[in-house]
T-cell receptor, first 117, second 110 residues
Framework: GAVVSQHPSWVICKSGTSVKIECRSLDFQATTMFWYRQFPKQSLMLMATSNEGSKATYEQGVEKDKFLINHASLTLSTLTVTSAHPEDSSFYIC?????????????FGEGSRLTVL | QKEVEQDPGPLSVPEGAIVSLNCTYSNSAFQYFMWYRQYSRKGPELLMYTYSSGNKEDGRFTAQVDKSSKYISLFIRDSQPSDSATYLCAMRGYGQNFVFGPGTRLSVLP
């Protein structure tokens, strides 16, 4: 299946700093990528839809100034957690939709575990 | 009522058992159905996908879709301890984003 690479896989940062997470589709182009947050033993929570060349669409309750999303190319979307706080500690996962497939399958990255001290 | 319902489990079965995982949904516009497997602290991995109704088989896995009942299933034959994971169903209609079930935690005991 298609591969989505997410980096870094884990990061520890101090409170108040910003952290950038990258999501790349390695063998297909994705005009749309998605960012999720997942707490332990809970399901995926969609945070935002990242659209290549335009502004991201955020889900209700997600602060767009806190979670900056940039989708500058057809293979790369980034999520920046700004002024991180301990409550931002979580598992962040991206997915990309294979536009060339009629089914439009979603492929996920391996996730990034963020710990804010 | 949530758009996609799934029993969160945990579901524990002995090795070699046949596992049945299910999701129900309310949106009759859903046409594309996926099953994902997620190991702890990993991203979900696409297992099976089907379009509209019917069955699809891939090795030990069989996916079934019954649109008349708004019910989908994933069967795992000869279950192995390595199948222990959380299984997520996902579905969408034309031009829509996927909606995910909350996931069922499966534990296959050796």
């Amino acid at each position: 299946g298609a591969v989505v690479s997410q980096h870094p896989s884990w990061v520890i940062c101090k409170s108040g700093t910003s952290v950038k997470i990258e999501c790349r589709s390695l063998d297909f182009q994705a005009t749309t990528m998605f960012w999720y947050r997942q707490f332990p033993k809970q399901s995926l929570m969609l945070m935002a839809t990242s659209n290549e060349g335009s502004k991201a669409t955020y889900e209700q309750g997600v602060e767009k100034d806190k979670f900056l999303i940039n989708h500058a190319s057809l293979t790369l979307s980034t999520l920046t957690v700004t002024s991180a706080h301990p409550e931002d500690s979580s598992f962040y996962i991206c997915s990309a939709r294979d536009q060339s497939s009629s089914l439009g399958e979603l492929f996920f990255g391996e996730g990034s575990r963020l710990t804010v001290l | 009522q949530k758009e996609v319902e799934q029993d969160p489990g945990p579901l524990s079965v002995p090795e070699g058992a046949i596992v049945s995982l299910n999701c129900t949904y309310s949106n009759s516009a859903f046409q594309y159905f996926m099953w994902y497997r997620q190991y702890s602290r990993k991203g979900p991995e696409l297992l099976m996908y089907t379009y509209s109704s019917g069955n699809k088989e891939d090795g030990r896995f069989t996916a079934q879709v019954d649109k008349s009942s708004k019910y989908i299933s994933l069967f795992i034959r000869d279950s192995q301890p390595s199948d222990s994971a959380t299984y997520l169903c996902a579905m969408r209609g034309y031009g829509q984003n996927f909606v995910f079930g909350p996931g069922t935690r499966l534990s296959v005991l050796p």
